[in-house]
């Protein structure tokens, strides 16, 4: 079993009986997260998970089609999420972000570890700001009132879509997962969302994060395992009504094409963004995808 | 209808309408000026297609012929798409004002020739003159005053942003004109251009649009329309150089065109089916409830994409409104388009007829209950009379499948919750209207409906200013409105990415 990333436990404390060698980490066993519980996959296969050096760094649940088939019914039970006030969807996402803030060491280690990269700490300070960007539109997403040649008015009202499918960008695991989820669940929606295919276990570590966050079981669900074909699933299913896909050309075919079953709504991040840019990385086109205009015309007198 | 002149105390005696036609002659006039063939509209020129191939336009009401035009072929649609692309750079250059004058002025285009324009869609589609003139019509010139308002506006408005590019626009034949304005109106307005590919059964208004637009001076090349059926359809849309389909039309074809287009990087917006539930509640006003109902489902014929072609009635007034219904039902006047007394003209084609006819045996099969009036449809042309269901199953085919025809389903319910159920019970969503004079009830029930477009005591009403578009298998994207416009917008920042692979 590979390492953890966590060096503090790596030492032995001073109390501690001495030991010829230092205590081997506990192992940690990244698990599915359906229904607001952490479930081993269906099939029972993990994935390994290296990193910059090809070195282990863990391993995750290889997801599959009934994984996925589950996670759209713990979704759909979730519903209720749609009819919450904004005040709560934005409080739940503020304590997302008050619980991140406090582990924010561990994530960033976790970043460092399993990419190399210099800059995670970074990574993790805009994950926090973007979860405070979507607490601030969940009660801030208005509809309109459209003047139209009859008397009375049109609501023009910004509705959840209902159950989305979230393939994440495998760049920036945790800010490009969190990218994605915040503005869904900002908007009344629950999701499946499928982690950074090489880097999932910032989002296998941040289902705590959600657990003690208040989020209400099936509201987020995360299946790790292999993107492409897991997406597939989510675009092939009847009872998803969306699928954003954050990857390659092939697979964003495949989605396409298969969302044509039901017509579910698609959106295809064909570009590589730089997630850390707030312009291309959070804002109306992220809650706009999230949501879908019902104009409720009322006219009023005879 | 009597052709005979009847004295004025005989009129009071028997109150029977008198025919009150339209005249056709400036169309027919319009239309002999297009002899032996119509054009397609490229660049700002018209043009002969490039194999000669043409197909004939019928008047569904005399079937008739009214025209012929060109089935446009692969090297056609090239050079629209071509056109299209080349007239890009400099219309997207405009300043929004600019554009915005142009857009007026295809606006008080419309306006002026709006009689023309409005018996030309009657010939065409075999709608009665009383829609293409009231209602058709004036919604286009409508929604041209709103995007030249929007074109006046993108850039503060919509900062950062601007036109996708070339835009395949694909549009059906049951609102000829309407559509055109739909697509071509935002589309303009946001700097895109646009091949716009017109129904194969009512070309007409589209190409005379063209007209209207050359002599406005739209610049060459802005706006290209060919015609054609399906085959030219699936040109443009698997064209490489197109950046966005705009569709309207069946689910069935939307499917095609999503699994067409996977994967190409085009941009889609899919107005599809529907199979709208009318919600009538016990306390809801049972004499506007019927009015609504023949807007609902005998306006155009029922070839309405919104159509609500689903009655649920709470339990204890299904009876009344079923006998009112009838007595209406029995009032109601079909005959030629152009007689400006009729309620319902003609069915666009034979295909549509035969479709209605089978689904309606089919609902008498599944054993289903059909009404019809005593009276008699006239027997020249395509015509179906106003047609009512009762004892239908929530699970029937005619309570599933659209029919695009005058045909209401009914159904009864006992309470709210299951009048969600019910109206929630296919697969579309385009639209609904609920009856009550209950705000409480009412404004409780339309967040609950699965549908684009709720209309409270009231229907299929539509403009520029209110987004029109599906949930569900009805479809996505939405036409009108700060909404639509989003449509034919794209981020200033993402041409400036890499793309992924």
């Known amino acids: 079993m590979p390492a953890a990333v966590t060096p503090e436990r790596e030492e032995s404390g001073p109390s501690r009986a001495p030991s010829p060698e230092p205590l081997a980490p506990i192992d940690r066993t990244p698990k599915l997260f359906i229904g607001g519980k952490q479930v081993r996959p269906d099939q029972g296969y993990s994935r390994p998970i290296v990193g910059p050096e090809g070195r282990p760094v863990g391993e995750v649940g290889e997801g599959n089609r009934k994984d996925i088939r589950n996670a759209v019914e713990a979704a759909h039970a979730a519903a209720a999420w749609a009819q919450a006030s904004g005040h709560l969807r934005g409080q739940i996402l503020y304590y997302i972000a008050e619980n991140l803030s406090a582990r924010a060491d561990e994530f960033a280690a976790r970043i460092r570890a399993v990419t190399g990269r210099a800059d995670a700490r970074r990574e993790v300070d805009a994950t926090i700001a973007r979860l405070f960007t979507y607490a601030a539109w969940a009660d801030k997403y208005d509809g309109q009132v459209h003047h139209v040649p009859v008397r009375g008015v049109t609501l023009a009202m910004n509705e959840p879509i209902g159950v989305i499918g979230l393939a994440c960008p495998n760049e920036s695991p945790l800010l490009g997962f969190v990218s994605l989820v915040a503005p869904a669940i900002a908007t009344g929606n629950t999701v499946i969302a499928l982690p950074s295919e090489p880097h999932p276990l910032s989002a296998t570590d941040f289902y705590s994060v959600l657990e003690t966050s208040d989020v209400p079981a099936g509201v987020v669900n995360i299946v790790s395992g292999a993107k492409d074909p897991l997406a597939q699933v989510l675009a092939e299913h009847f009872d998803v009504d969306a699928v954003w896909y954050c990857g390659g050309h092939a697979g964003a075919a495949a989605v396409e094409r298969a969302s044509a079953g039901n017509m579910k709504r698609t959106w295809v991040l064909a570009h590589l963004r730089d997630w850390f840019d707030t312009r291309q990385g959070e804002g109306r086109e992220f809650l706009r995808e999230a949501t879908q205009v019902k104009n409720i015309w009322i006219p009023y007198g005879e | ?501």
């Open chain 2, 1 to 501: 209808m009597k052709e005979t002149a009847l004295g004025v105390t005989e009129i009071f005696e028997t109150m029977e309408y008198g025919p009150a036609p339209e005249s056709d002659k400036p169309a027919l006039d319009w239309l002999a000026g297009h002899d032996p063939a119509f054009g397609i509209y490229l660049g700002g020129r018209w043009v002969k297609g490039s194999d000669g191939k043409l197909f004939d336009v019928i008047n569904p009401a005399t079937t008739q012929r009214l025209a012929r035009v060109v089935q446009a072929g692969a090297p056609d649609v090239d050079a629209a798409v071509r056109a299209a692309r080349e007239a890009l750079p400099g219309w997207a250059a405009l300043p929004g004002h600019a554009r915005a004058r142009h857009l007026y002025a295809l606006a008080r285009g419309v306006q002026k020739h709006a009689r023309l324009l409005a018996v030309l869609e009657s010939m065409d589609n075999g709608k009665s003159i009383r829609e293409t003139r009231d209602l058709d019509i004036p919604l286009v010139a409508r929604h041209f005053y709103h995007h030249a308002g929007w074109a006046q506006l993108r850039d503060a408005e919509f900062p950062g942003h601007g036109p996708v590019g070339v835009v395949g626009q694909i549009i059906p034949w049951n609102f000829p004109l309407l559509m055109v304005a739909w697509k071509v109106a935002p589309a303009l307005a946001a700097g895109n251009t646009v091949v716009l590919k017109p129904a194969e059964f009512t070309p007409l208004t589209a190409l005379a649009f063209a007209e209207i637009a050359h002599q406005a001076g739209l610049p060459a090349g802005v706006l290209n329309v060919i015609t054609g059926d399906g085959t030219t359809g699936k040109l443009l849309v698997d064209h490489p150089d197109v950046d966005k389909i705009a569709f309207t039309g069946s689910t069935e074809v939307g499917r095609i065109i999503r699994q067409a287009t996977a994967g190409s990087g085009k941009r889609l917006s899919l107005e599809l089916g529907g199979k709208s539930p009318f919600v009538v509640f016990e306390d809801a006003d049972l004499d506007s409830v019927v009015e609504g109902v023949v807007d609902a489902i005998w306006f155009n014929q029922g070839q309405v994409c919104c159509a609500g072609s689903r009655l649920l009635v709470q339990e204890g007034v299904a009876q009344r409104l079923i006998a009112k219904l009838r007595a209406r039902m029995e009032k109601l006047r079909v005959g030629p388009p152009l007689d400006k007394a009729v309620d319902m003209g003609a069915i666009v084609a034979p295909v549509q007829l035969e479709r209605i006819r089978g689904l309606v045996n089919k609902g008498v099969e599944e054993g289903a209950k059909m009404w019809q009036p005593s009276w008699a449809c006239p027997t020249e042309g395509y015509f179906y009379p106003p047609t009512l269901f009762t004892d239908v199953s929530p699970a029937a085919t005619i309570a599933q499948v659209e029919i695009f025809g005058p045909v209401l389903v009914s159904m009864s319910f006992r309470t709210p919750t299951e009048a969600v159920e019910l109206a929630n019970n296919t697969p579309y969503g385009l639209a609904a209207s609920v009856w009550t004079e209950n705000i409480n009830l009412a404004l409780d029930i339309a967040p609950k409906i699965k549908a684009g477009v709720v209309w409270v005591n009231c229907t299929n009403l539509f403009d520029a200013a209110s987004g029109f578009g599906g949930y569900r298998e009805s479809g996505f994207g939405r036409e009108g409105g700060r909404e639509g416009m989003w449509e034919y917008l794209k981020a200033d920042w993402e041409s400036g990415l890499g793309a992924r692979d």
